[in-house]
């Protein structure tokens, strides 16, 4: 799988697409309102500007070759970008903790987490071990 990289970001012109999408939502409704509030208003806005995604897509989860389960990340963007959303407070390291073993379980090579629970948009970049930049 070949790597898009630019300045040292993974994914930098979708990326800064994909954050500028959340920033407007963010700057439209603030702070305050459920996931799923957001969730809906990010695909709208993902869909207005023409970017690939899947909503809600499904990932196998597999131990020693078995299958063990499966797991949904909020958005799938473009095939390389896995998107989770919160509403919290604050980030902390149990949300980290999820982003980080839906990347490794997914393969991806890039998992974005936003916040729309703060008063400014909280974006934290996940680049998947073995990416060189």
Known sequence: MQTHRSGGILYKELSYALV???????????????????????????????????AQARFEVSYDGIACGEFRVDFYVDGKIIVEIKAAEAICKQHEAQVLAYLKASGAHLAILLNFG???????????KGVVL
């Open 20 to 54: 500028g999408c959340a920033q407007r939502v963010h700057s439209e409704l603030g702070p305050g309102f459920p996931e799923k509030v957001y969730d809906k208003a990010l695909a709208h806005e993902l869909a207005k500007t023409r970017i690939a995604f899947q």
């Open 118 to 128: 703060e008063a400014s948009l909280r974006v934290k970049r996940f680049v998947s």
